[in-house]
């Protein structure tokens, strides 16, 4: 019997475990199985294989019965999940459905998620812009949250290691605010979109449009076709999972990577319960799993434990990972675990036209587009004028486009011509904000007293509301925005402030901060947690501000940075 | 197990015992709803002429053989809110009923300039409901249409992995649906 436990034991037992599957997990997995890791991958969703598992890829738009609009009885029974973008008929497998995982809106919060293997990193808009030392630089130049116990010069070298294997396209633009990176050749621009740059670059010596930078194999070099991904086929359906590999995603890189080495388990649904903590020990030893198809419990075992389960449920799980050491969470000696959650503001949003290069048009689809990296109180907070009304900024994504318009009059055989002869219009213009939102204390997570989810495991109670900073910051965006639509000639300009929940960027982030000072943040700068140093958190839950970059790119660079540290500490025996 | 073997035997049974009730004897073919459906046969057979004087045949096919009644009634029965639904049968009525009135015989005998002048005159209708039921129908038509094989193939030229995105290309004067 002894030896049977002991059997048991050895079974379930790994060097590593890492909690989640998606774009943070699936660098922790890729990292420590090459490093020589035997690592466990617990995920709670089901197994997406790549390409086998794509099941609406190869779908033509006839294809989908309502034309990939959602029937009413999905929208009714979702009203959550429906207001994704890119919730769609042709993408509905791969987006959490309300009832699945309920969560208590104490504000309302709306909390988009993808479980299953590759977690959002199959749907996400694959925008990867580096921060820079003005963003590390906030919560300490402007006094909010606590400082980064990090600069842009510890995590650039990983920056570069990530993007060269994940393959980003973009140009160098040499802009100190959103510093370059290893890029694949960039996307192009259309007439419009260069001459709004151009327009902007006269007028503004502080603000650049430039192409974004996005995830997509533009040309692809050997280590991208060692991983079996080919060039992007600008399908611009990526959300549906890309057969051809042509944008980063776990199941299509790092996953399949990381399983290469015979080092990797990867474990779908298996939902985390808590982690294990040894109070003899002084340390986590292991993870509790809850079978998703039997409900039964088993305990897997690691002398390490990387907690990648996207932002708030990462959070969920070091609530409810109690102990007598730790009664309120594993780590959270200072009181701030679930505390200090930030997002993107995406209210505003601005069109116009222009009436310009009507003999220009363009061909082709491009999955990206151009990207204004944030302007205002970026050298310093300013103290006049309209940006000193609020606290940090926002950047901003724009895109241009001919517009085509077809005469619908009447029915019969004019109608039917008229269809298949559509008019070219002239040019339309957009532009969308993403806000640094201010982290604060009032702004939380905590677990649910009373109500339990599916599994038995305590529902995650959301208190994450917008505050005056970000409706000043809604209105600045509006007015700047219209001055340079304006500048350009640009016409009918028209601003929105659209009032979504938070949540809908789907870019929540903090609760598990990083800091300096274990008294007023839970992870050191090496993404332990200060008071249990074998687990570490690199997702988003780990993000002490926000600043404006889609955050996506970060966490792959974190995660890489943590899983070097983590393997050379347990070299030395620190771990 | 042992349930479902149960159940299957008694639809056979059921199935070999079937006898109508007296006052459905008048059901004719198309009379009744096929299972889940929003119209009867006949009321889709007639909504398949109506979608037809919408986009009719030319020298490429129009609406009806496209199948697009058919798309039409699955959009309104599965993405629409049951009031919309309630109208969309109505309107399908109605046709019928001006159908009769006007030239003495159902909608679907109507010669084709018969059919075209019912549909014209709902388009004016002043009658909220008629209008409503002819935009309706109209929009989904197009949209059904806009987006079938056919057309999207061999008229629009529609591109599924274009492998390309070129910002600033010269406009061509011909029209999409010339490039042959």
Redesign the interface.
């Known amino acids: 019997m002894a030896n049977f436990n002991i059997d048991v034991k050895a079974a379930t037992t790994y060097d590593a475990i890492v909690i989640g599957s998606g774009i943070s997990g699936g660098w922790a997995a890729k990292e420590l199985t090459e490093k020589g890791l035997r690592t466990l991958v617990l995920e709670r969703g089901r197994d997406v294989r790549h390409i086998a598992d794509y099941p609406t890829t190869m779908m033509q738009p006839w294809e989908f019965e309502h034309r990939n609009q959602l029937p009413l009885d999905v929208k009714k029974a979702n009203p959550i999940i429906s207001k994704c973008y890119a919730f769609y008929e042709g993408t509905t497998q791969f987006f959490v459905k309300d009832a699945e995982h309920p969560y208590v809106q104490e504000k309302p919060f709306d909390w988009i998620r993808g479980y299953q293997v590759g977690g959002k990193s199959l749907m996400w808009a694959r925008q990867t812009q580096r921060w820079s030392d003005f963003d590390f630089d906030g919560p300490a130049r402007d006094g909010f949250a606590v400082d980064w116990p990090i600069r842009y010069a510890d995590i650039a070298p990983w920056y570069s290691y990530v993007e060269k294997f994940a393959g980003i396209s973009g140009n160098k633009d040499g802009l100190a605010t959103l510093p370059d990176g290893e890029f694949l050749p960039a996307h192009q621009w259309n007439c419009v979109e260069k001459y709004f740059s151009q327009q902007i670059a006269g007028k503004y010596k502080d603000r650049h449009v430039i192409m974004g930078r996005a995830a997509h194999i533009t040309k692809p070099n050997p280590i991208h076709m060692q991983q079996g991904r080919a060039q992007c086929q600008h399908r611009t359906i990526c959300e549906r999972g890309c057969p051809y590999g042509g944008y980063f995603s776990s199941n299509a890189s790092t996953i399949p990577w990381a399983m290469k080495t015979k080092k990797l388990t990867l474990r779908p649904d298996s939902v985390v319960h808590s982690i294990i903590y040894d109070e003899k020990k002084g340390k986590a030893t292991g993870v509790r799993v809850i079978d998703a198809n039997t409900k039964q419990m088993i305990e897997f075992y690691a002398r390490i434990i990387f907690v990648n389960a996207a932002a708030l449920n990462s959070n969920l799980i070091l609530l409810n990972s109690t102990s007598n050491r730790f009664p309120n969470g594993l780590g959270n000696d200072s009181g701030v675990l679930g505390k200090y959650v930030a997002f993107h503001n995406y209210r505003g949003g601005i069109s116009g036209e222009y009436d310009g290069f009507l003999d220009s048009t363009t061909e082709g689809r491009r999955p990206n587009s151009p990207y204004i990296p944030r302007f205002r109180n970026v050298f310093k907070q300013e103290t006049s004028g309209p940006a000193s009304r609020f606290l940090r900024g926002y950047a901003a994504g724009f895109s241009a486009g001919r517009s085509s318009r077809t005469n619908q009059e009447g029915h019969g055989v004019s109608l039917k011509e008229n269809l298949v002869n559509p008019q070219l219009g002239g040019w339309y213009v957009g532009s969308h904000m993403m806000g640094e939102t201010i982290p604060k204390e009032s702004n939380y997570v905590a677990l649910d007293k009373g109500l339990k989810d599916p599994f038995g495991i305590p529902q995650l109670k959301i208190s994450i509301d917008y505050d005056e900073n970000d409706d000043k910051m809604v209105k600045d965006y509006q007015e700047q925005m219209t001055e340079m639509f304006t500048a350009a000639g640009f016409k009918n300009i028209r601003v929105r402030d659209d009032h979504r929940n938070p949540g809908l960027d789907i870019h929540e982030m903090g609760g598990v901060r990083m800091g300096k000072d274990p008294k007023t943040s839970m992870l050191n700068k090496w993404h332990q947690l200060h008071a249990c140093k074998n687990v570490f958190v690199t997702d988003g839950a780990s993000m002490t501000s926000t600043s404006t970059q889609n955050p996506s790119l970060t966490y792959m660079a974190f995660s890489a940075r943590a899983a070097d540290y983590a393997v050379k500490e347990m070299k030395k025996q620190n771990l | 197990m042992e349930r479902r073997t149960a159940l299957k035997s008694l639809a056979v049974a059921a199935g070999g015992l079937i006898s109508l009730p007296g006052w459905a004897n008048g059901w004719a073919r198309g009379s009744m709803p096929a299972n889940g459906a929003l119209l009867t046969t006949a009321q889709n057979e007639l909504l398949a002429e109506f979608v037809e004087?919408?986009?009719?045949e030319?020298k490429t096919p129009?609406a009806k053989s496209l199948g697009i009644h058919q798309?039409v009634e699955?959009?309104v029965t599965?993405?629409?809110?049951p009031a919309a639904q309630e109208s969309f049968k109505k309107g399908v009525g109605i046709v019928e009923e001006m159908a009769q009135i006007s030239y003495g015989k159902p909608f679907v005998s109507c010669q084709p300039t018969q059919r075209?002048e019912l549909?014209?005159k709902l388009?004016t209708s002043a009658d909220g409901g008629q209008k409503g039921f002819y935009s309706l129908v109209?929009g989904l038509t197009?949209?059904?249409?806009?987006?079938?094989?056919y057309?999207?193939t061999n008229?629009?030229h529609?591109?599924?992995?274009?492998?390309?995105?070129?910002?600033?290309?010269?406009?061509v004067s011909k029209?999409?649906?010339e490039k042959k």
């Open positions: 004087v919408i986009i009719p030319t129009g798309f699955r959009m599965d993405c629409y809110e075209n549909v014209t388009s109209k197009i949209r059904g249409y806009m987006s079938s094989e057309v999207m008229l629009t529609y591109e599924f992995a274009p492998a390309r995105y070129l910002g600033c290309v010269p406009v029209a999409v649906s």
